[in-house]
């Protein structure tokens, strides 16, 4: 059974920094694919940036330049590093992992096999 627990998350004025992490156990191993997403009320679960097993990154627009996703796989955790906050990323986040497709890994939420249980971010102005 895979378990993936996030933490990090919390309350932060603008311009401050949090970074959330992944605790990943079961059958989850480097070559699979691993996010963060983030849903803000009233919006569509969005996908902010994943990590492929070797280890490359792709990031939405909106956060290109101030979020770093990295993954340990001796430790079986996922890392997401946020800096510059603002309010509009407010929401809740969640850690998610999936066996890549042939096309590599992407944002989508419909490639998703295994969802954590989300960690709230609120940033105030």
């Known amino acids: 059974q895979v378990q993936l627990v996030e933490s990090g998350g919390g309350s932060v004025q603008a311009g401050g920094s949090l970074r959330l992490a992944c605790a990943v156990s079961g059958y989850v191993d480097s070559s699979h694919c691993m996010a963060w997403f983030r849903q803000a009320p009233g919006k569509e679960r969005e996908g902010v940036a994943t990590i492929s097993g070797g280890g490359r990154s792709i990031y939405a627009d909106s956060v290109k330049g101030r979020f770093t996703i990295s993954r340990d796989n001796a430790k079986n955790t996922l890392y997401l590093q946020m800096n510059s906050l603002g309010p509009e990323d407010t929401a809740m986040y969640y850690c998610?992992?999936?066996?890549?497709?042939?096309?590599?890994?992407?944002?989508?939420?419909?490639?998703?096999?295994?969802w954590g249980q989300g960690t709230q971010v609120t940033v105030s102005s």
């Open positions: 998610a992992a999936w066996a890549p497709r042939w096309y590599g890994c992407s944002r989508e939420v419909s490639d998703v096999n295994y």
